[in-house]
């Protein structure tokens, strides 16, 4: 039991330090700067305000995380961001981002923890009751612009969103 424990710290710590917190970090609060848009687009600038708050917690939790050790303060601090995502209404027009920024967290946190991410949950957005799973999740901040511009791209009535 000792060996297989010691193992998948290993690997963890494997995988953390191929996606390092820096860049998970910066990853953390491009995604919530560009969520928080969102939500101000949509009139609600409070769910704005706490986008940005808990995205600044979850960075700060992934900067301050340290291999090897429990992870639950960073996934704390993502389930929050997540369920922050999960206000903004399905049937906004903006569904497809917020879709790709609820992937990406839970990509985040089986990237910290494997195992642990809710992608086989259901998603918990009033009215909507898919899964949220991206296949090529972005890794970084530059994949997550790059995959917000082409939801963008496709749809030009999400210019609004584009992040700048």
């Given at each position: 039991?000792?060996?297989t424990a010691v193992?998948?710290?290993l690997a963890l710590a494997l995988v953390v330090t191929a996606c390092n917190q820096n860049t998970l970090a910066t990853l953390v609060t491009t995604l919530g700067n560009a969520s928080a848009s969102i939500a101000a687009l949509e009139g609600n600038t409070a769910l704005a305000a706490t986008l940005k708050a808990d995205t600044a917690a979850a960075t700060t939790a992934v900067l301050n995380w340290k291999s090897g050790t429990p992870t639950q303060n960073v996934i704390q601090a993502l389930n929050l961001v997540e369920a922050d995502l999960n206000l903004i209404p399905s049937i906004s027009q903006y569904a497809a981002l917020v879709d790709l920024a609820i992937g990406t967290v839970e990509?985040?946190?089986?990237?910290v923890q494997p195992g642990?991410?809710?992608?086989?949950?259901?998603?918990?957005?009033?009215?909507?009751?898919h899964r949220v799973y991206l296949a090529n999740a972005p890794k970084n901040a530059a994949q997550f612009k790059a995959?917000?511009?082409a939801k963008i791209d496709?749809?030009?009535?999400?210019?609004?969103?584009?992040?700048?």
């Open positions: 039991m000792k060996r193992l998948a710290s990509s985040i946190i089986e990237i642990a991410s809710s992608i086989d949950s259901v998603n918990t957005r009033p009215g909507v009751t995959a917000w511009q496709a749809n030009p009535a999400l210019a609004k969103a584009a992040i700048r």
